[in-house]
């Protein structure tokens, strides 16, 4: 990793962006180099930049102290924000910068619609104002919804205009046809299909001003775009976030019907989606989905899985998903009237209210051991029947979240805690081999992570627990919010490069604890709302009973434990919950009672903020 890799990475404006992201900021970026006892007047500069190395003194005007700018500190405009700053900046030292461009920076959001919501909610959470331009975007609050057909005449298309309908009761919604063949939206609304935006090659009027001209009202609050239906050439996938980001500033929800005409578009639009209601026509279609979605949706997109009673039948006990009713004749053609009833049944409403409603995400530390306290936790949110929508750890606490939402009782919680956790059974997990790329095997840890989750599918959990993992050592870091969930479990486990790596979809992939962590930011690229950040606050080192753990491992636990952050609250979160104690003796089950005591009332003050 480069000085600039590890600048832009750790900026806190950018700590959301992928590793892509990474490389196209430093694309655009170009390096500087300013000598010492050179000066800038603030009101003068032009571009935004960053400190790689050196140091720098800023004098504000009409102050007298000075303020000292080292290695990730900025100056200069920042886009949407109304910072201007004044004054002159010096160079104590030789130093390097990396400037932007502010038109290059608008082409790069232009490009890059998630990081753009993730740099406008940092933007509104530090504090900092939003420029005329900036409040347009509303914060980066609308949300993406897919619904996809992986088959002809799936439904795909239908329930796209049956969700439009029912979200349109509540805010601006517009749905665009993404599918080239089959049957388009534009025959719900009884609407003329128009010429394919796609294929619409105009420059004068820029590309905003063609989307204007290709929008279709339904009514006063239901607009839809042919963006690809009825093409004759293949469409660029780098439409679709241009697309978006421009759409987002009057659109609350945008609709997206997509299908496998173009396998490209479809995987772009995949990974630009928040929630993705796929249909088929029976239970054996969705198995042919899984590899699909876990290619693709890697970013925690919620996926649903939707079965249409037109093909299937009635469909009874069919748990990880909905049932798309058959309305009986006409259902497909009855006119617009007869959609808007439809669309207010109780199956498609519910599937409406699952993107209206306000979606929460517990975020908790990533953790090793102390990881323990988070099973009291869980165990109070499950008497108190709070919920959130997405529950997002790593590495040990990851395991945790998965066995709680996999076990019904605190009877059956407690004791899969106990066979992954008690010293004894840690110690049995260490299958030694002869240490060349790694020390300990993952054979033991695969096959108790199977036993435990079985082949459930995270995706299919009615609360889904969403992960971060390392991938080839430490190549790069991915969010799973889809996949066996067996196979997470194990990987969270396995610390690189003490372990070897959990194979998952043909790549190898481990905990990435410490090096990657799981980070506030990461939900602000995605469609949550609200962010409770859950943090174990120990104040002793846990301590192992004298020959239940191999002293090797027990001294590498105590090794990352020193290297954590000391300070536990998170400041872009909505709220915090430190979850402190003092039990020095590894006993899980002790812990977890002293957690469930003092979650009881931290919850409390949550609810009641």
């Known amino acids: 990793m480069t000085a600039t890799d590890k600048i832009l990475s750790s900026l ?33 500069a032009d571009s935004f930049n960053i400190i790689v190395n050196g140091m720098f003194r800023m004098e504000p005007p009409g102050k007298s102290d000075s303020l000292f700018l080292t290695p990730g500190s900025f100056f200069g405009p920042l886009p949407f924000t109304e910072i201007r700053q004044a004054g002159r900046i010096k160079a104590l030292v030789d130093s390097t910068l990396l400037n932007f461009n502010l038109e290059d920076m608008y082409r790069f959001f232009l490009m890059s619609f998630k990081f753009l919501r993730g740099y406008l909610k940092i933007i509104s959470r530090i504090g900092l104002g939003f420029s005329d331009v900036g409040r347009k975007y509303a914060g980066g609050k609308s949300k993406i919804i897919t619904v996809y057909g992986r088959s002809p005449q799936s439904g795909k298309s239908y329930l796209s205009s049956l969700i439009a309908l029912s979200l349109k009761r509540k805010e601006k919604t517009v ?10 939206v534009f025959n719900f609304f009884e609407k003329k299909i128009t010429t394919p935006l796609s294929q619409r090659s105009d420059e004068e009027k820029g590309f905003e001003g063609i989307i204007n001209e290709w929008i279709v009202p339904v009514d006063a609050n239901l607009d839809c775009i042919n963006v690809v239906f009825g093409s004759k050439v293949k469409v660029n996938p780098d439409i679709v976030s241009p697309l978006l980001f421009i759409l987002s500033r009057e659109y609350r929800f945008i609709v997206i019907d997509c299908s496998d005409d173009d396998i490209e578009l479809r995987n772009r ?4 989606s928040d929630q993705i209601f796929t249909l088929v026509k029976n239970r054996k279609e969705i198995r042919s989905q899984f590899e699909i979605f876990d290619e693709h949706a890697k970013e925690g997109q ?3 899985y939707v079965i249409n009673e037109r093909y299937a039948g009635s469909v009874r006990n069919f748990t990880g998903g909905f049932v798309l009713p058959d309305f009986g004749p006409g259902d497909t053609n009855g006119g617009l009237d007869r959609m808007t009833r439809l669309a207010e049944d109780e199956a498609v409403s519910y599937m409406a209210s699952l ?19 988070y099973g009291g936790f869980l165990n109070a949110l499950r008497k108190t029947e709070q919920k959130f929508d997405v529950y997002y750890t790593s590495s040990y606490g990851y395991i945790i979240l998965s066995l709680y939402l996999l076990t019904g009782t605190v009877k059956d919680f407690r004791k899969w805690i106990g066979r992954f956790f008690s010293e004894e059974r840690l110690n049995k997990l260490l299958d030694i081999t002869f240490p060349t790329e790694h020390v300990f095997k993952n054979n033991l840890i695969m096959k108790l992570a199977e036993e435990a989750c079985g082949l459930s599918r995270i995706e299919m959990l009615i609360d889904v627990p969403t992960a971060v993992l390392g991938r080839d050592g430490m190549t790069e870091r991915r969010l799973f919010s889809t996949g066996y969930l067996k196979d997470v479990v194990a990987a969270s486990f396995c610390m690189y490069p003490l372990f ?15 090096d990657f962590s799981v980070q506030i930011e990461d939900m602000f690229r995605i469609d949550v709302d609200e962010t409770v950040y859950v943090s174990a606050d120990n104040a002793h080192p846990i301590k192992f009973r004298e020959g239940r753990l191999m002293q090797l491992f027990a001294n590498y636990m105590g090794f990352i434990h020193d290297r954590r952050d000391g300070n536990r609250r998170n400041g872009l979160a909505d709220h915090n919950i430190v979850l402190e104690f003092s039990e020095a003796d590894m006993h899980p089950g002790r812990i977890m009672e002293v957690s469930e005591e003092l979650s009881f009332k931290l919850l409390s003050e949550i609810t009641h903020a």
């Open 500 to 514: 070897e790596q959990v194979p998952i979809m043909g790549s190898p992939y481990n905990s990435g604890y410490p």
């Open 175 to 184: 749905v665009l046809d993404m599918s080239v063949t089959g049957y388009s």
């Open 12 to 44: 806190p404006l950018f700590r959301h962006s992928l590793a892509g992201e990474i490389k196209e900021l430093q694309r655009i970026g170009s390096l500087s180099f300013a000598k010492k006892g050179d000066e800038l007047d603030l009101k003068k």
């Open 355 to 373: 993107i209206t409603r306000k979606r929460r995400a517990a975020v908790f530390e990533t953790a090793l051991i102390p990881a323990l306290i």
């Open 302 to 304: 919620r996926v649903y």
């Open 269 to 272: 639009i995949f990974a630009l």
